[in-house]
């Protein structure tokens, strides 16, 4: 952009300094759009907001990038991404170069806008440090490029999303030589070497190359069919049965990229195929249906779901976010209303089928070389099912990051691992991708509805049998949202500094666990055995009846978090409706004297 930093050379904010990052950045960024948009703000005087975006930089993480998209060094755009890539290719070359330049990295991409470049950029980056490319000429889901790095034994992944985040926003995220998404201290090294290696040449911008180069491959079609080949383990029982169910499915991907995938898996499994959400079935990377693009949110993002099941009498919807890595469900009741069950519903229904599918076909195998995770936020359900089963069980930090990694080490130790899952919808069924996979967990639920609606029943009764066997297991989990940094740090502040809280309300905690400090009350040492993360804000307080609750930030969106669940044992006297009530007053309790929406300023999720 050389001749509009020479024409806009009169660039006059009041502050020097700011002059010179304007010009700075026009002196870089080759991307008419980004330079316009930040003229654009220079002619407006939106100073303030010129100073955010130029003098401070997206964190890198172990989830990667995650950001608006825009110019300046705080968005994603060409130029970070270009920064990005070229850091993260050095540090690939300085630790594992032999397996880098032999194997090279898988790229994908989603279907949001300014993916497929970004993508193409990142490649070129690498193309020109000699590391190969794997580079997906189309949208794909994030499991398949998870899958990929495995497949090809790449160096590393990259998968250019935002998941399910608003529509302006794109992201970077990354995944190891395991295929698991990167874990501590790869993500620090990773960004030191970005900031070691911000200069960028002039080639970085020339996406031409990636048609000349020999180090760039298209995984696409022997990914799609290896993908589905492996697939086929999971599907058990007669398929015949399966086809002629009585069961009618409704699926929407959320404008993202799942349809043709799903449709795909829905094939491997023999299923009928569902009802399409007409309006939502095509990627459109501007969401033009829905608030947030997240199955989480609930009946707020499944209305048009919901209508076409109702025109089409489906008893069964399931959903995917954008970028085809999360899975919701809901059914129909008698009453024709929908039930969305939440992520730990779902978890504690597929963790089951994974047991009863793995041992009806692996009866040999004994127990205690099985095991499970979940996420340390996510419900108690599958340890107190491994308590009876006789299967391990472990929790980890909150992120698919920690439970693919330890289920890695187990899996080196001889173990298997038949199921992780965290709360937030992500679920991970067997290990053909080390990383939550909607794309497979769907025809795996959807398989086992067929069977249940052929045997005359639901997964509504499926789940209360479940905890008539293993006890009630009930959650109520949600988010505020907070744009304001400090005062998050107000927040979590207040409830450290003068020693933490005894009593929450009229209720007496019994334990506290400090994952961002390491603090955990119940061990002798008062040390948690979860890592310690600094990055995170995360509080757990166990109470005197049973409770617990958990007040955490999110890592990726501007939300405080809070999870709390009530668990009884097998048989236990206490009806659903009486636990859920002590519940919901905890919960009110909690969020009244430790978050304080009104104080703050937090906004409660919509819907």
């Not at 020097?16 to 980004?34: C, F, H, P, V, Y």
């Not at 995984?219 to 015949?240: C, H, R, T, W």
């Not at 053909?432 to 794309?439: F, R, Y």
């Not at 009884?568 to 919960?587: C, F």
Request: charged share 20%; aromatic share 10%; net charge negative.
């Amino acid at each position: 952009m050389q001749d509009l930093t020479a024409k806009e050379a009169d660039i006059k904010t009041g502050s020097s300094k700011l002059d010179d990052e304007i010009q700075s950045w026009l002196a870089i960024d080759r991307n008419e759009s980004t330079c316009a948009q930040l003229l654009s703000m220079v002619k407006e005087r939106q100073y303030t907001e010129l100073e955010a975006l130029l003098t401070n930089r997206m964190a890198f993480g172990t989830a990667g990038l995650r950001a608006r998209m825009g110019p300046g060094y705080a968005c994603m755009n060409d130029v970070t991404v270009i920064q990005t890539s070229q850091g993260f290719g050095k540090y690939l070359l300085e630790v594992q170069e032999s397996l880098a330049k032999e194997n090279g990295v898988a790229i994908g991409f989603d279907a949001r806008h300014n993916s497929a470049r970004f993508a193409k950029l990142a490649a070129v980056a690498m193309i020109r440090l000699g590391i190969p490319v794997h580079l997906f000429s189309d949208y794909t889901p994030t499991p398949f490029l998870a899958y990929s790095v495995r497949k090809y034994k790449t160096a590393a992944g990259i998968m250019v999303t935002a998941s399910h985040n608003p529509k302006d926003d794109n992201g970077y995220k990354v995944f190891w030589s395991n295929g698991a998404q990167i874990i501590p201290p790869h993500d620090r090294n990773i960004a030191q070497h970005i900031l070691e290696n911000l200069e960028i040449h002039p080639e970085a911008w020339n996406i031409d190359l990636l048609g000349t180069s020999k180090l760039r491959s298209d995984p696409y079609a022997d990914i799609f069919s290896n993908y589905y080949k492996d697939l086929e383990n999971y599907v058990v029982g007669d398929k015949n049965s399966l086809a002629s169910s009585n069961l009618k499915l409704t699926y929407t991907p959320m404008h993202g990229v799942g349809q043709k995938f799903m449709k795909q898996s829905f094939t491997v499994f023999g299923l009928n195929q569902f009802v399409s959400v007409l309006e939502q079935s095509e990627p459109d990377p501007d969401f033009p249906t829905v608030t947030f693009p997240n199955p989480e949110e609930g009946k707020s993002a499944l209305d048009l779901a919901m209508k076409a099941a109702d025109a089409n009498g489906s008893n069964v919807i399931i959903a995917n976010d954008p970028d085809a890595d999360r899975l919701a469900c809901a059914e129909r009741s008698e009453s024709g209303s929908w039930r969305v069950f939440n992520g730990n519903e779902l978890g504690s229904m597929l963790g089951t089928i994974a047991y009863e599918n793995f041992k009806s076909t692996n009866p040999n195998i004994p127990n205690e070389k099985l095991y499970m995770v979940a996420s340390t936020v996510s419900s108690k359900f599958l340890k107190s099912m491994s308590q009876q089963e006789g299967f391990l069980f472990e929790e980890c930090l909150t992120g698919f990051k920690w439970m693919a990694n330890y289920a890695l080490r187990k899996m080196a130790e001889g173990y298997t691992c038949l199921f992780a899952y965290e709360e937030s919808i992500g679920y991970m069924y067997g290990t053909n991708v080390m990383d939550k996979d909607g794309i497979s967990a769907g025809p795996v639920l959807a398989a086992y509805a067929s069977k249940l609606y052929n045997q005359g029943s639901t997964l509504s009764q499926y789940l209360h049998s479940l905890y008539s066997k293993y006890g009630y297991h009930i959650s109520n989990d949600s988010y505020y949202l907070c744009y304001d940094p400090p005062t998050i740090q107000t927040i979590f502040r207040a409830l450290r500094d003068n020693g933490y809280p005894t009593h929450c309300g009229k209720y007496k905690i019994i334990n506290v666990r400090d994952v961002t400090t390491g603090y955990d009350s119940s061990f002798e040492d008062k040390k948690s055995v979860l890592p310690t993360d600094p990055s995170c804000q995360m509080l757990t307080f166990s109470f005197d009846n049973g409770c617990v609750g958990t007040l955490r930030t999110s890592g990726t969106e501007p939300k405080i978090k809070y999870y709390t669940e009530i668990i009884s044992p097998p048989q236990s006297e206490s009806s659903r409706e009486v636990l859920a009530e002590q519940l919901v007053d905890l919960k009110n309790t909690l969020i009244e004297t430790f978050l304080q929406p009104e104080k703050h300023g937090l906004k409660a999720k919509s819907g």
